[in-house]
C-alpha cells in the first residue's frame, strides 16, 4: 500500500514558478510508476506528466512539454512537478498518482491518489 501527501500549491503570476512535491509512503514506492493530473470543476481529470521507477522516459501532455519537469528521488520517496512559465489554463487541483503498469498515462490505471493541492495562476 502506498499513501501520497502533496504539497507546494498556491496562488502565482502568469510567467510564474512553482514546484509541487508528493511525499510517499510505503516500501513498493521505488517500484511504482508515478504521475501527475489535474482537474478543473465540471471537466475530467487531466494526464499532466508520468516517471516510471528508474526516471527514465519521463512522459508529458504536449501542453506542458517545455514548461514542466517531473523528477523523483526514491531515497526519500518522493515525486516533484517542477512548474515554470505557469500560464491561467494551469490552473486546477494537482494529484499526485501511483500506477503499477510501467509508463501509464491513463487516470484508470492510476490505484494510489492524493489528496490534491490547488494550483491558482492569475493573469
Known amino acids: 500500500q502506498v499513501q501520497l501527501v502533496e504539497s507546494g500549491g498556491g496562488l502565482v503570476q502568469a510567467g510564474g514558478s512553482l514546484r509541487l512535491s508528493c511525499a510517499a509512503s510505503?516500501?513498493?514506492?521505488?517500484?511504482?510508476?508515478m504521475g501527475w493530473f489535474r482537474q478543473v470543476p465540471g471537466k475530467e481529470r487531466e494526464f499532466v506528466a508520468a516517471?516510471?521507477?528508474?526516471?527514465?522516459?519521463?512522459y508529458y501532455v504536449e501542453s506542458v512539454k517545455g514548461r514542466f519537469t517531473i523528477s523523483r528521488d526514491n531515497a526519500e520517496n518522493t515525486v516533484y512537478l517542477q512548474m515554470n512559465s505557469l500560464k491561467p489554463e494551469d490552473t486546477a487541483v494537482y494529484y499526485c498518482?501511483?500506477?503499477?503498469?510501467?509508463?501509464?498515462?491513463?487516470?484508470?490505471?492510476?490505484?494510489?491518489w492524493g489528496q490534491g493541492t490547488q494550483v491558482t495562476v492569475s493573469s
Open positions: 498518482a501511483g500506477t503499477l503498469r510501467y509508463g501509464s498515462t491513463k487516470s484508470g490505471e492510476y490505484i494510489y
Open positions: 510505503g516500501r513498493t514506492f521505488s517500484r511504482i510508476t
Open positions: 516517471i516510471n521507477w528508474s526516471s527514465s522516459s519521463p
